[in-house]
């Protein structure tokens, strides 16, 4: 069952359309929400949540309308927002605990559960710190320890990394892996990315202009339609790419001793012996071959191209 249902949904700032009739399904899991700066990301996000009206269109979320209930959303969803919004003066324990009180819990409950999604976010020795000492990496985990408090059944994630050192944004990836696939919770990643939504996401929802242009699973996405190996070898080989070519064999992509080829033959036992004939008759070192898989960033381009 999808925790989103969106059907044709508009949304303008004044004249300017920045979710364009957009209709998807969120599905249950982990969701990256990939796209290019201003293609609609955080736009959805912000309509999901009820703090936009849509011009046209409808969605809920949850089972709850977009547009009459964004209060009983709020409750139900957690939102860890791309800018910073972080109240100087607090120390971290105060401010998440703060943020479980409005969004409903009694404060003896959102003081516990302040402290236990503070530990569980790797800053359980920093909480009684205040949050304009914090560093990047550690204000991008109160971010994300302020949208569990409240105990959400859908996550919202506005570029999770963003600022992040390699360490950091590693740290950060591992917590919303756990989230979403040891805890339990639905969270959609809204990111430019790929990297991010590669490592942590199961399906993909990809947004241009507004418009949903593809979505599936993440291995349905990287499928490729023909019959496609990579094959490494041991040194870049002219001879080789050749005598390939001349057996039907069609050069998709080379980077140094890297190679695509696209072949006619389907049995892999028959590709596997045509590779080692060549190879041996040329005197090229094959190092392996395996069925090629496109990467994310080639269907990210060739969606938004």
Not at 266 to 294: K, M, Y
Request: charged letters at 20%.
């Amino acid at each position: 069952m999808p925790v989103a249902t969106i059907t044709d949904l508009t949304v303008r700032y004044g004249k300017k359309t920045a979710v364009d009739s957009l209709t998807v399904e969120i599905p249950e899991g982990c969701v990256g929400l990939l796209g290019p700066n201003g293609a609609g990301k955080t736009t959805l996000l912000k309509t999901l949540l009820g703090f936009l009206n849509p011009v046209s269109g409808s969605g809920e979320v949850l089972g709850l309308n977009v547009a009459r209930d964004g209060l009983k959303l709020r409750q139900k969803i957690g939102l860890m927002p791309e800018i910073d919004c972080h109240i100087p003066g607090m120390n971290a324990v105060t401010f998440v605990a703060f943020c479980g009180e409005m969004s409903g819990m009694p404060s003896a409950q959102a003081l516990r559960r302040a402290h236990e999604t503070l530990q569980y976010c790797r800053l359980g020795e920093a909480r009684y710190r205040n949050l304009e000492t914090y560093s990047t990496g550690m204000k991008q985990k109160v971010k994300l320890a302020q949208a569990l408090v409240h105990g959400p059944k859908l996550l919202f994630l506005d570029e999770p990394t963003n600022g992040l050192d390699p360490e950091g944004r590693d740290e950060m990836l591992n917590l919303v892996w756990d989230v979403s696939h040891g805890k339990g919770i639905n969270v959609v990643v809204s990111s430019h990315l790929m990297p991010d939504i590669e490592r942590t996401c199961d399906t993909v929802v990809v947004m241009r202009q507004g418009k949903m242009v593809r979505q599936g699973s993440i291995a349905e996405l990287r499928a490729v339609d023909t019959v496609q190996y990579s094959i490494d070898l041991r040194e870049a080989s002219a001879d080789f790419q050749a005598k390939l070519e001349a057996a039907g064999a069609m050069l998709l992509h080379s980077q140094g001793s890297h190679y695509r080829f696209e072949f006619k033959q389907s049995n892999a036992a028959d590709i596997g012996c045509l590779l080692l004939r060549t190879a041996q008759q040329t005197g090229a070192q094959v190092r392996g071959f395996e069925p090629a898989i496109r990467s994310l960033e080639e269907v990210f381009m060739e969606a938004i191209a």
